[in-house]
T-cell receptor
Framework: EPEVTQTPSHQVTQMGQEVILRCVPISNHLYFYWYRQILGQKVEFLVSFYNNEISEKSEIFDDQFSVERPDGSNFTLKIRSTKLEDSAMYFC??????????????FGEGSWLTVV | GQQVMQIPQYQHVQEGEDFTTYCNSSTTLSNIQWYKQRPGGHPVFLIQLVKSGEVKKQKRLTFQFGEAKKNSSLHITATQTTDVGTYFCAGPGAGNNRKLIWGLGTSLAVNP
């Protein structure tokens, strides 16, 4: 079965440092997402990306965050200057289409970010 | 803002007992999705319900979507230890099909 892959699986970074989390969505998918999950809490939407641009973002996705699709396969999340509260599991996800037409959203295994 | 609530937050059952988790949205949903997350794992899509009053079954799992499309339930018959995990419901954000609003999840523990 096709899968979304994410790297790194775990990253420890110092507060104030920049972090880039990488994702390779499923190849024929058109919609890409980043979600995060703080330990023990619910999954929170960060951003969705379609047709090479952000289509929706949450209030969490402030100016410290950016996303890019630098080539035909990678989808990255950059956190410019990390804060302690950015420590979380970050999930990349992708889907063929939007949610209205029964499309399944596939999640990667996550990148666990620890900010110290 | 739009909220999706789930109860209970935790459930501890003996293997073989049934389990139900309930999901309620503050707004009408175009569809609702259920995910399972094993401890330390990532969310895995289980099912999507679209129609009012829809009922779908996957082996021992029964999913229902309320008539008003604001609530949903997941029922597991005769739980097994492999059912352990957190079950999340999620629905599209109002007016947008590309953002999922998630419930807090129900964590299920099963005693063998």
């Amino acid at each position: 079965e096709p899968e979304v892959t994410q790297t790194p699986s775990h990253q420890v970074t110092q507060m104030g440092q920049e972090v880039i989390l990488r994702c390779v969505p499923i190849s024929n998918h058109l919609y890409f997402y980043w979600y995060r999950q703080i330990l023990g809490q619910k999954v929170e939407f960060l951003v969705s990306f379609y047709n090479n641009e952000i289509s929706e973002k949450s209030e969490i996705f402030d100016d410290q965050f950016s996303v890019e699709r630098p080539d035909g396969s990678n989808f990255t999340l950059k956190i410019r200057s990390t804060k302690l509260e950015d420590s979380a599991m970050y999930f990349c996800a992708s889907s063929v289409g939007g949610f209205y037409s029964g499309n399944t959203i596939y999640f990667g295994e996550g990148s666990w970010l620890t900010v110290v | 803002g739009q909220q999706v609530m789930q109860i209970p937050q935790y459930q501890h059952v003996q293997e073989g007992e049934d389990f139900t988790t309930y999901c309620n949205s503050s707004t009408t949903l175009s569809n609702i999705q259920w995910y399972k997350q094993r401890p330390g794992g990532h969310p895995v899509f289980l099912i999507q319900l679209v129609k009012s009053g829809e009922v779908k079954k996957q082996k021992r799992l029964t999913f229902q979507f309320g008539e008003a499309k604001k609530n949903s339930s997941l029922h597991i018959t005769a739980t097994q230890t492999t059912d352990v995990g957190t079950y999340f419901c999620a629905g599209p954000g109002a007016g947008n099909n590309r953002k999922l609003i998630w419930g807090l999840g129900t964590s299920l523990a099963v005693n063998p």
